[in-house]
């Protein structure tokens, strides 16, 4: 029986521009270079996995998320399948992902569980891979199963992050704007939405890539926390995700000493930051005002996915 364990960070998206067609307006084929591009935020509340793994004339995988079977866990395991299958081996692995950021609610969950689940099974067996490889993996697991078209390159990563050209690792290409020292990102999630569901809509890309193409100028003009939160913000009102809950939830941050807030892409759910001196306050705010609520503040996270001690 062979063990390791990794940990990758949620990775919260603040705005996107869906990236599946080339520049002739023809679909691109490949799952490797669709992509998205757009920016956010990788915290410490994030996915870790634990690996075992014994031998096995054939392969067998078995994945529990939080201490459930999760056989619907269709992208983790597409990527541990192709993973396996490059090398040329069967295994029987048994997955256990620990999850502490809301799921469905525009925290990356499924690429961060994915891509720790990766690294914990090629350090477990000693495979030769590189991280951008495993973050591929990751990238084609997420697109062929919609859900997401951008996280894996930001998580690998890690802090405040702006993808400018799509793809995965290797293909797309990331930057990383200042996040101020002693400040915090306040979270509030009141409730899930699908992104398999939502990126399956045929006018999704067309709906929202205009103000998504706005939104990285704006930013890439004047790459500021500020600049970035507010442009971010008037994103998700554009394009029309923007609920009445999400616009209480972003006027209580604001109004309580936030610097900005603006929408998780994408669910019911906001992200803002603030000064560490104001967070408790902001947090209290929030409880207070939506008391059904999930919040809490968060550091930056700076190293993207990591293997951890045995």
């Known amino acids: ?25 023809e679909p691109i ?36 998320i939080n201490s459930k079977p999760t056989p619907e866990a ?23 992902v620990r999850v502490t950021s809301p799921i469905a ?30 973050g591929r993996l990751t990238h084609v697991a997420e697109v062929v199963n919609r859900t997401g078209l951008g996280t894996a390159a930001a998580l690998l990563t890690g802090g405040f992050v ?27 999630y009141t409730g899930p939405i699908s992104t398999r569901e ?30 970035f939160l507010a442009e971010s913000r008037k994103f998700g009102q554009e394009a029309g995700f923007e609920t009445p809950t999400v616009t209480r939830l972003i006027s209580t941050m604001i109004s309580s000493g936030a610097t900005g807030a603006a929408q998780n892409m994408i669910g019911e759910a906001v992200h803002g930051v603030a000064h560490d001196r104001k967070a408790g306050r902001i947090v209290k705010a929030l409880k207070k005002a939506f008391p059904a609520a999930k919040v809490f503040a968060a550091p930056i996270d700076n190293q993207g996915v990591r293997l951890l001690g045995n």
């Open 29 to 64: 084929a490949d799952p490797a270079r669709i992509g998205s591009r757009g920016g956010g935020f990788a915290i410490p509340r994030g996915a870790t996995s634990r690996v075992v793994v014994r031998k096995s004339v054939q392969t067998r995988i078995r994945i529990r």
């Open 198 to 227: 939502t990126l399956a809509k045929a006018d999704v890309a067309m709906r929202v890539n205009a103000y998504a193409k706005r939104t990285m100028g704006a930013v890439r003009q004047n790459p500021t926390l500020s600049t």
């Open 74 to 96: 269709l992208t983790t395991r597409s990527a541990i399948e192709q993973l396996l299958k490059t090398q040329g081996v069967t295994l029987d692995v048994t997955v256990d």
């Open 162 to 188: 702006l993808v400018t050209e799509p793809g995965a690792p290797g293909i797309g290409r990331v930057d990383r704007l200042l996040f101020p020292k002693n400040h915090s990102i306040i979270c509030a």
């Open 1 to 25: 029986m062979l063990v390791s364990e990794a940990f990758c960070p949620a990775g919260i998206s603040s705005f996107f521009e869906i990236c599946n067609v080339d520049s002739s307006g």
């Open 105 to 134: 609610a525009g925290f990356g969950t499924s690429a961060a569980g994915t891509l720790a689940s990766c690294l914990a099974l090629s350090d477990a067996v000693d495979i030769p891979v590189t991280l951008n490889e495993l």
